[in-house]
């Protein structure tokens, strides 16, 4: 059983920055492909950026390439999202998640936990 439980969403003019952290309790956090989807109002859970174990590829969506960064400490079993150049339009609810995989998933059926979500609000 993994627990994860993400932290530094919040309110944020357009062009402003912000980094995600989720923090990953129980079983062996590198064995495990870590990602962020997010959902906004309305809309399905859409895959936003992933990490391999061991770090050894990164995924993102065309959406947020070149804003975002995705990382990983196996030390502090954390996994990071760094947001730069918010839009409004990345507004959503942020949502960590592990897959017991030797790739990056993009599709939620593949992820096997996901932690409670923390808000981005990105105001115009």
């Known amino acids: 059983q993994v627990q994860l439980v993400e932290s530094g969403g919040g309110l944020v003019q357009a062009g402003g920055s912000l980094r995600l952290s989720c923090t990953a309790s129980g079983r062996a956090f590198s064995n495990y492909a870590m990602s962020w989807f997010r959902q906004a109002p309305g809309k399905r859970r859409e895959f936003v950026a992933g990490?391999?174990?061991?770090?050894?590829?990164?995924d993102d969506a065309d959406s947020v390439q070149g804003r975002f960064t995705i990382s990983r400490d196996d030390a502090k079993n954390t996994v990071y999202l760094q947001m730069n150049i918010l839009k409004p339009e990345d507004t959503a609810v942020y949502y960590c998640?592990?897959?017991?995989?030797?790739?990056?998933?993009?599709?939620?059926?593949?992820?096997?936990?996901w932690g409670q979500g923390t808000q981005v609000t990105v105001s115009s």
């Open positions: 998640s592990a897959s017991y995989t030797n790739y990056v998933p993009v599709t939620t059926a593949r992820y096997d936990y």
């Open positions: 990490i391999s174990r061991n770090a050894g590829s990164t």
